[in-house]
């Protein structure tokens, strides 16, 4: 059960992204096709703006992270021996380097990691999840963590926010250039495919937004089994996710822009599944109780 899991998590994630991908093409192509009827040079500027947001992203230091949610690094294993024991052990575990490790002086109990690679890799956790977890539980949510670093997660994540900016300057370029193009519409442009074209130009933010959100909520699952396989152990995983979430107090340091790295939402916002960067609790609990 556990490694049919992960591996209709993987399996999904790549539809997800394969999907997004040919979506910001679409878009690209749906921007040239207003103003010429062509659309191979459309497809090309969408690659070329995605990948520049794409290497922009990925050079961000997790050091600006980390100082966004006032995190102070454990620097050795004296300043906090069971948690740098535990982050080792699992490092170990899941064959990467040991991640960086910080703290978050704040009561409410949550963790995240950042990283765009299992070398770059770093985790933190509240002084609230130290505090009011057991141990068996403490170790479950840091592995559901150091699964997120093994998994490359964080630099999937970091991909799809730059896809969703391309999409973002496209649509704008989209929308301008219709009312300069009004009125000088070329042949090869036909009336139903340019209507169908201006629509996903309107529509194109709200759609990528939601496809990062669907990336976002199938990697928690992942991570979620992940981190069961590294300690065998998931009951002690869906025991912290029922505390997390049972906690009504939103961890302060945490921001909208920060957020959807913590292993719970960290703002305690009741959104709409579909508009939420994180799976609905019961069901990541439900899931991890069937393993």
Known sequence: MLYKQIERNKRNTV????????FVLAIGASLTYMISGDYYSGMILATIIGGVYTVMMLLS??????????????KSKNDDPFLWHTVENLAMAARIPMPKIYIIQDQS???????????????????????RLNREEIEGVLAHEVAHIRNFDI????????????VAILSDLGTR?????????????????LILALLLLIL????A??????ISRNREFLADASAAELTRNPHALASALQKITGEATPVREASSTSA???FADPLKKKAANLFSTHPQPQERIRRLQNM
Do not use: D, W
Request: hydrophobic share 50%; glycine share 6%.
């Open 204 to 207: 194109a933010p709200i759609v």
């Open 109 to 131: 109990p949550n963790a995240f990691a950042t990283g765009t690679s299992p070398k770059k890799g770093a985790v933190a956790v509240t002084t609230g999840l130290m505090n």
């Open 155 to 166: 630099r999937l994540a970091t991909i799809a926010v730059a896809l969703v900016s391309a």
């Open 177 to 193: 250039m219709m009312f300069f193009s009004r009125g000088n519409r070329n042949q090869k442009q036909h009336p139903a495919v």
């Open 61 to 74: 230091s997790t050091n600006v992270v980390m100082r966004m949610n006032h995190a102070k690094e454990v």
């Open 260 to 262: 959807p790295l913590y």
């Open 209 to 214: 937004t939601l496809i990062r959100l669907a």
């Open 15 to 22: 539809f997800i992204v394969f999907g997004f991908i040919v």
